[in-house]
């Protein structure tokens, strides 16, 4: 299947975007509790204040879309705060729809957690609501909106809601000059029956899942798009970045999109990588590209050592000249920019881990969670399955707290899911067919018929959602509640 009917965008540099006005916020009594996300009128002033409302994006020259966002602006405000310091969030609903903040890769309740099915409180349309919580663990971490969209693509991740947080630890060494916030986004999805998958194109590993007779039905409608950037700017507009030879440059490096996995590269540099999900890994490793699943983040040191005029962008031809890029410039250099195709290994997770048993104590259970499609099970859309059935599973997923389980996800159809626990950090103990140990993360991509297992310790009693960060499999039945005895 193919991308039909590509455009190509370009063009020189250009300003952001346009501030929406902040309308009066409907506010609502009731004192909120500590870590909670109660309504509230509130007399001391909050620690951030993010305001979701319409926001008109500049992406390249002459191309203005319509989304919305925080604080008048796509990504969001970056919130840096100190792990353990108790934080108070103002957020101020100037939309006419309800909406969810989650708190991606944080420990947090479930009632402040930021997703319906945990029993978060929606800040209501042209309303507001105080969230308080105390910020951990440490590391890079984001937000976004956590509405569903279904069959609307001007909702939840469709729209320009994300942001980076940062969660400080204090400890960091600094061994860098420059530090970076880098999104990778997708813009003005639609559906389409000829949506591209670079999935089984660039993927080949193992694949113990793939069923012996394949299912032959044609899919429903599946999101795509033709529109890219990092950041708010496609490839070609907007100011470059601009180094100096020798620099070290600390990249925190975000997929915020809703519907791919995405592979980046620099020509002529190589990433170490620090951090997967912002956890330190225990083997940090060079790597010539990066791939990043929606939901997942990763931190790299990268050292300028080739003078010249880079692009740094995707390794996908398409999505690339579709905007999904920016340029890298050295001092004193000028010259068209440069892109070059790094060679294709496998992003492999194990080669940031160690050798020998998981960090943590054997597994309590083993809970073996199989995934499949159901070709337009849902009408004009695909239908996700989760040990047979969508989304709800009533008491099908019971936690003892304290205890410690193994997940074991296979994956047995033909695309790559980036899976996303809330509230908890798990430790992957099997990727692509051999056992690993020591890389800590909430997000994980399991490849299309592939299977990956992950360990986690039942220590965040309450509501805890596991889904595909994939919008559309999300919302068409591609998740779980866990529940805590």
Same mark, same amino acid.
């Given at each position: ?30 004192m909120p509790m500590q870590g909670s996300s109660a309504p ?32 008048? &602006? ?28 989650? /708190?991606?890769?944080?420990?947090v309740p479930a009632e402040v957690d930021g997703a319906e +099915? ?81 999935? +089984? ?14 299912? #032959? ?35 925190h490096l975000l997929n915020a999109s809703a519907i791919e ?26 790597? +010539? ?14 050292? &300028? ?9 995707? #390794? ?22 440069? /892109? ?6 496998? /992003? ?138």
């Amino acid at each position: 299947m193919k991308r039909r009917d590509f455009i190509k965008l370009g063009g020189a540099a250009a300003v952001g975007a346009g501030a929406a006005k902040l309308l009066p916020a409907q506010m609502q009594s009731g004192m909120p509790m500590q870590g909670s996300s109660a309504p509230a009128a509130e007399t001391t002033k909050a620690d951030f204040t993010l305001q979701i409302a319409p926001v008109a994006l500049e992406l390249a020259p002459n191309h203005i879309i319509s989304t919305i966002g925080y604080n008048g &602006m796509c990504p969001g405000p970056l919130l840096r705060m100190k792990e353990g310091v108790p934080v108070t969030v103002d957020v101020i609903n100037d939309t006419d729809s309800p909406e969810f903040v989650h /708190w991606h890769g944080l420990f947090v309740p479930a009632e402040v957690d930021g997703a319906e +099915e945990e029993g978060t409180p929606p800040v209501p349309a042209n309303g507001r609501r105080r969230y308080q919580f105390t910020p951990k663990p440490a590391g890079t971490r984001w937000y976004h909106s956590h509405a569903m969209a279904g069959a609307d693509l001007h909702r939840g991740t469709y729209t320009g809601q994300f942001g980076f947080l940062m969660i400080d630890s204090g400890n960091d060494p600094g061994r860098y000059d420059q530090e970076l916030f880098l999104a990778l986004r997708d813009w003005e999805p639609f559906f389409s029956s000829e949506a591209m998958d670079t999935d +089984e194109q660039e993927d080949q590993g193992p694949k113990p899942e793939k069923p012996a007779v394949m299912d #032959t039905r044609p899919n429903g409608l599946e999101v795509t798009s033709m529109m890219y950037s990092i950041n708010d700017k496609v490839l070609g507009a907007g100011e470059p970045i601009r180094v100096k030879q020798g620099e070290r440059v600390l990249m925190h490096l975000l997929n915020a999109s809703a519907i791919e996995n995405k592979r980046i590269a620099l020509p002529g540099h190589r990433f170490q990588v620090l951090a997967l999900d912002g956890n330190p890994v225990p083997t940090p490793q060079f790597a +010539e590209a990066v791939m990043l699943g929606p939901g997942e983040r990763v931190d790299a040191i990268v050292e &300028m050592n080739q003078p010249g005029v880079w692009i740094l962008g995707g #390794t996908d031809d398409m999505a690339r000249n579709a905007g999904l890029g920016t340029i890298v410039e050295y001092a004193n250099q000028h010259r068209e920019p440069q /892109w070059v195709a790094p060679a294709k290994p496998v /992003w492999d997770y194990a080669v940031f881990g160690r050798a020998g048993a998981p960090a943590g104590p054997a597994p309590d259970q083993i809970i073996q969670m199989v995934f499949e499609k159901l070709p337009s099970g849902a009408g004009k859309f695909d239908l996700w399955l989760v040990n047979g059935k969508p989304y709800p599973h009533e008491q099908e997923f019971v936690l003892k707290q304290g205890a410690r389980y193994r997940l074991v996800f296979h994956n047995r159809t033909d695309d790559a899911h980036p899976l996303h626990l809330h509230r908890h950090s798990f430790e992957i103990t099997e990727h692509r067919g051999k056992p690993m140990a020591g890389v800590i993360k909430d997000t994980v991509i399991v490849p299309l018929f592939g299977r990956t297992a992950v360990d986690f310790t039942a220590d965040q009693p309450g509501l805890t959602l596991f889904h595909c960060h994939i919008q559309q499999h999300m919302d068409f039945g591609f998740k779980a509640l866990f529940r805590y005895a």
